[in-house]
C-alpha cells in the first residue's frame, strides 16, 4: 500500500455500441470525463464530502457508482483509516456518454493505485460492472472497459469475463451532438426485445466482424459501412427528437457512419480526420438548431490513455 494523504484521477466519457456493436464495443474521448479526489480521512469508512458539476448523483456512498466501486476495494483490508470522496461530473447524467462509468472508472483507478496497484485492469472492469448494474440494472463493460483501458475496447465474453483492448485507427475521431434531455439506460433497456430473427442476427454478425477487422486494419470506409444496426437502433431512434434528421446531416457532410450513443439521447458521427469530424459537428448543429432543444457538441479523437492519474499528495 502506498503512504499517500490524496489522489486525484480523471476518467473519460466514452462513445459505446458504434453502431452494431451492442454492448460489446466502445472507445473513450478526450477532455471530457469525471474527476474523482480520494483523501484520507480518521473516520474508518467511506463518506462522499462533495460533489459538483451535475446534480442528480446519489450522495449516499452504497447508491453512488464511485463510491460504490471503492467500497468493494475497501473490503477485507485491514486499513487504518477511513476515505473522503470528492467527485467532479464532468458527464451528465442520462447523456449516452457513460456517466456512471467515468465516475466509477475514476474512483477505481484512484483506490487501485492507492493499494498499491494489485488489481488488473480486467479485475478493475469487473468491479466496475457492479457499479453499472447499480446505476442501470445490468452489467455491462463497453463503457467502464474503455474508460480504464483507454483505445477501442472489445468485450468479447461476459462469462467469463474476457475484453480485447484494440489500437484505434490513427484518424479514428468522432463528432458528437449531446441533446440536453435525459434518457436512463434502465428506460432505454426496457424497450429492448428478448429475441431477433436469425435474419437479423446474421446480419448483425456479419456487420460486427467488419468492424473488428475495419478498427484492425484502419479500413474507415469498412469501418463505416459496418455500423449498421438492424436491432437496437430502430427501436432506442424513437426515444431522440430529430434523430433521423441529425444521421442523414452527418451522413451528408461526410460521416463514415452515425449511431446513438450508448442508450442515448447522445448521436455519435465516426469520421475520418479532424478536418471532417468538425466539417459533420456543423453540419448536425445545423440540423438541430430547428428542434429547439439545446444542446452540446464535442469533436475528439479517440482517448487512448483512459484513466490517468492527475495528482497526488
Not at 26 to 47: A, M, Q
Not at 114 to 142: V, Y
Not at 259 to 276: F, L
Not at 284 to 301: C, D, G, L, N, R
Request: net charge negative.
Amino acid at each position: 500500500m502506498t503512504d499517500y494523504n490524496g489522489i486525484k484521477v480523471f476518467a473519460p466519457a466514452t462513445v459505446s455500441n458504434l453502431g452494431s456493436g451492442f454492448d460489446i464495443i466502445g472507445f473513450p474521448i478526450e477532455e471530457v470525463g469525471d474527476t474523482v479526489t480520494l483523501r484520507k480521512s480518521e473516520t474508518p469508512g467511506l463518506r462522499i464530502a462533495n460533489i459538483t458539476g451535475y446534480t442528480g448523483v446519489p450522495w449516499l456512498p452504497e447508491k453512488n457508482t464511485a463510491s460504490f466501486a471503492v467500497m468493494k476495494m475497501m473490503e477485507g483490508r485491514h486499513l487504518d483509516h477511513g476515505f473522503e470522496m470528492e467527485i467532479h461530473k464532468g458527464v451528465k447524467p442520462g447523456s449516452g456518454v457513460g456517466s456512471s462509468a467515468s465516475s466509477s472508472a475514476a474512483a477505481l483507478v484512484a483506490a487501485n493505485e492507492w493499494f498499491g496497484r494489485p488489481l488488473t485492469d480486467l479485475q478493475l472492469i469487473g468491479l466496475a460492472m457492479e457499479s453499472e448494474a447499480l446505476a442501470s440494472g445490468s452489467r455491462h463493460a463497453d463503457n467502464v472497459a474503455p474508460a480504464i483501458m483507454g483505445g477501442v475496447a472489445l468485450v468479447r465474453s461476459y462469462d467469463p469475463l474476457d475484453v480485447i483492448r484494440i489500437e484505434p485507427p490513427q484518424e479514428l475521431w468522432v463528432a458528437l451532438l449531446h441533446p440536453q434531455i435525459e434518457i436512463r439506460t434502465e428506460t432505454s433497456r426496457k424497450i429492448l426485445p428478448h429475441s431477433v430473427a436469425l435474419k437479423d442476427a446474421i446480419c448483425q454478425w456479419g456487420n460486427v466482424a467488419g468492424l473488428i477487422a475495419g478498427l484492425y486494419s484502419s479500413d474507415y470506409e469498412l469501418i463505416g459501412r459496418s455500423m449498421q444496426d438492424v436491432i437496437i437502433e430502430p427501436l432506442r431512434a424513437e426515444l431522440i427528437p430529430g434523430y433521423p434528421e441529425l444521421k442523414a446531416a452527418a451522413l451528408k457532410a461526410g460521416a463514415l457512419n452515425c449511431s446513438i450513443s450508448g442508450s442515448g439521447p447522445s448521436v455519435s458521427a465516426i469520421c475520418r480526420g479532424s478536418e471532417q469530424a468538425k466539417r459533420v459537428s456543423r453540419a448536425m448543429e445545423e440540423a438541430y438548431q430547428p428542434m429547439e432543444i439545446s444542446y452540446e457538441t464535442y469533436v475528439s479523437k479517440v482517448n487512448n490513455q483512459g484513466a490517468s492519474v492527475v495528482e497526488t499528495w
